[in-house]
């Protein structure tokens, strides 16, 4: 057993609910899993034994525990007995406090554990009580009627529930998309289909869509079919945030009124169609507009051209500009085509600050093992690329949204297309032949938890001694 490792009962990946964080950095930190754990150190000497040091069990409250000193449960000759306890004592000192073999004491979150009866070379450790997700759900158990979450075009249960402002009517993304259309086709401006008033906003609603999620959860008779959800979703059209029929002064002057611009033009730049003709589409009052997210400017929504991200379904205008061949102004402040394009059109200069979970030395090891084989960054991404394409990827850990429609002639946004660049690093490492690696990192042995490991980012040393470009081998579950 190597230093740090715990024993317990049914730990059947459950969540790490403490954790016995090492003053000395060199070490990992241990992480508990199960509300009953022997901690135990390693004897050089003879891997096969273990010195248990202290059981640890969680309390009721979930936030403290009992720490009982185990040490002297194996009698063991002094020659074995690692550094940190050859002492004439067993005892481990607890905030200052000595405790004695099989004696216990309460721990509480910051509580520090020496190994040893005094602080000086013996190892210390903090304890450290991670915020649990069941405490903050247990007090949040909100009721709810599912009447008041049901769509007033289709009489069912939201999904993917859209919310129009000012009025804050909810509606199934697909039922509001469609009537939104139709509203579009006679140019007519657009009402809320519930209380009629004018609708000058609509965006998806993510809290009141975990909630949709929540009651289909716990009554499964209102869920809808499968085919009937997918015929809604081939209707929604609604995916960043749109503004509806501002009508906003045309041919603007570039000079600004300072104070008393009204207060439709808040917070929006204006859209360089409204009121110009470019590539013969101008705007009217009946078009809806989606607001960049890169440059906060307005462009009409318009289907056929890309103008949102597969990846993050954030609004770009990148694409949508470049294609109508219009380049911004002071007035028109427009954005640089890189803000949106297809994965063929973007090019890779540097490997992205998100790869390998921002783990530097990874980084650099990758980077040197593709110097090393005499290629370029772009040919390996260009390659592994077009083995996503064949799916020949397990996509399962892309961070995208829709990953898996995802090929090389989507659009994404320069983070997106990071992320994207991160994932396909990840399998060019793992599937990379040992003897490609630089020398200093053949040795390595793999990091138990591999790419989910937290110590990789605050142990200088740990991310050096260990392979952390691997799977988890131990407590959490492998995608
Ligand atoms: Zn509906
Ligand atoms: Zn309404
Ligand atoms: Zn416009
Ligand atoms: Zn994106
Ligand atoms: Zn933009
Ligand atoms: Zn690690």
Redesign the pocket.
Known sequence: MEKGESSGSNSSGDDIWAKLVPLDSRYSDIELRSNEMTICSEIKSSPSEKQEWCKITREKDQVSALMQNKSLKLKIPKYLTPVFLQSSSNSITVDDVVVQEDDTTIIRCGSEIILGPEADGFMRYRFKVMPTKDISTKQLKIILDPEHAK?S????V??DVVTVAPCLHN??N??FSEWLKRCQKKHASILCPHCRAVVQFVGRNHFLHSIEEDILQSDSSLRRSSEDIAL?DSYSSIKSPLVIGSRRKQNRKRARAPVDDDEENAGYSPCPQCGTEYAGFRCNQSTVHLQCQACGGMMPSRSNTPQHCVGCDRAFCGAYWHSMGVNGSDAYPVCNHETLKSITERAVSRIPFLAHEKNRHEQDITEKCIRQMGRSLQDVISEWITKLNNRELDRTRLPLNHSEMITPQTHLCSDCYDKLVSFLLYWFRITLPKHLLPPEAVQREDCWYGYTCRTQHHNEEHARKRNHVCRPTRGTRIP
């Not at 075009?153 to 069912?156: D, H, M, T, Y």
């Open positions: 769509c075009i289709c009489l069912n939201w999904h509606f199934c697909g039922c809604l």
